[in-house]
């Protein structure tokens, strides 16, 4: 069965803190992998991964991908307060572009 | 560009009362939609999806039901809410075979 788990569930950290999010995955046929940030509304789209070892970055937050041992990571560097929020994990997978989201990890950043 | 329009943003109803939830989305045809309920913060549960006009996939049997009018409208609609329909529900629309989703603003559904 097709499942996404991600870790640690919640965390909270100090401001200037790194923090390193974690997406495991069980998929048959995989396509992509993405990561959204969910504030208090909707998520929105961070970064999308489909080729294992390409870092992807956009300024403090970048995110990588290994296909071999089917996990990503989201990294967040210098943590600001605006950085809490919920960071969730999807998998595009399956011949009908089945998605499979995870549970979210919920950042908490302290000021 | 494209955009998403969910309304109404907040909604607070009595048991037993009727649903309407409306998505809209512009500068795109055919777009695949989708709608999802989100629980306490977490876990998006996939309610519906369309891929076309009339097409309607449902994932979890429910007092819910969805259906789409014309090609860019996505309505979530109940005949009789329960408490247990309350939560966050969120409209997301995709490009017909890419990967990315973008969501609406989302509809926060308090049932008393």
């Known amino acids: 069965e097709d499942k996404v788990v991600q870790s640690p569930l919640s965390l909270v950290v100090h401001e200037g803190d790194t923090v390193t999010l974690n997406c495991s995955y069980e998929?048959?046929?995989?396509?992509?992998l993405l990561w959204y940030k969910q504030e208090k509304k909707a998520p929105t789209f961070l970064f999308m991964l489909?080729?294992s070892g390409i870092e992807k970055k956009s300024g403090r937050l970048s995110s990588i991908l290994d296909k071999k041992e089917l996990f990503s990571i989201l990294n967040i560097t210098a943590t600001q307060t605006g950085d809490s929020a919920i960071y969730l994990c999807?998998?595009?997978?399956?011949?009908?572009?089945?998605?499979?989201w995870g549970l979210g990890t919920s950042l908490a950043v302290n000021p | 560009s494209q955009t998403i329009h969910q309304w109404p943003a907040t909604l607070v109803q009595p048991v037993g009362s009727p649903l309407s939830l409306e998505c809209t989305v512009e500068g795109t045809s055919n777009p695949n939609l989708y709608w999802y309920r989100q629980a306490a913060g977490r876990g998006l549960q996939l309610l519906f999806y369309s891929v076309g006009i009339g097409q309607i996939s449902s994932e979890v049997p429910q007092n819910l039901s969805a259906s789409r009018p014309q090609d860019r409208q996505f309505i979530l609609s109940s005949k009789k809410l329960l408490l247990s329909d309350s939560g966050f529900y969120l409209c997301a629309w995709q490009r017909s075979g890419a990967n990315v989703l973008t969501f609406g603003a989302g509809s926060r559904l308090t049932v008393l």
């Open positions: 999807l998998l595009n997978a399956g011949n009908n572009r089945k998605l499979i």
């Open positions: 489909t080729s």
């Open positions: 998929v048959t046929n995989f396509r992509s």
